[in-house]
């Protein structure tokens, strides 16, 4: 086996740490890169659950108020 100058050690080590950083760089850029998706992708689907809430809510909703106001309208009409 061969022995290792120790020029040769310090140049492999500063290549290790030079590909170690290019990772950890590579790794950062693509969870900040993942988590903008996934903040995407969230914020559309909230919007579209929200707006699907509003309609069940306002469909539902809706007739109980209408028929609210119709008793409203029979109690007034009662008492005129």
């Given at each position: 086996?061969?022995?290792?100058?120790?020029q040769?050690?310090?140049?492999?080590?500063?290549?290790?740490e030079?590909?170690?950083?290019?990772?950890?760089?590579?790794?950062?850029?693509?969870?900040?890169a993942?988590?903008?998706?996934?903040?995407?992708?969230?914020?559309?689907?909230t919007?579209?659950?929200?707006?699907?809430?509003?309609?069940t809510?306002?469909?539902n909703?809706?007739?109980q108020?209408n028929?609210?106001?119709?008793?409203?309208?029979?109690l007034e009409?009662?008492?005129?």
């Amino acid at each position: 086996m061969e022995d290792f100058s120790e020029q040769q050690i310090k140049t492999l080590t500063q290549l290790m740490e030079r590909v170690a950083a290019d990772e950890g760089r590579a790794t950062r850029d693509f969870v900040k890169a993942s988590e903008e998706r996934v903040k995407a992708y969230v914020d559309d689907k909230t919007e579209v659950v929200l707006e699907a809430l509003a309609d069940t809510v306002d469909s539902n909703l809706q007739p109980q108020l209408n028929k609210h106001d119709q008793r409203l309208t029979k109690l007034e009409t009662k008492i005129a």
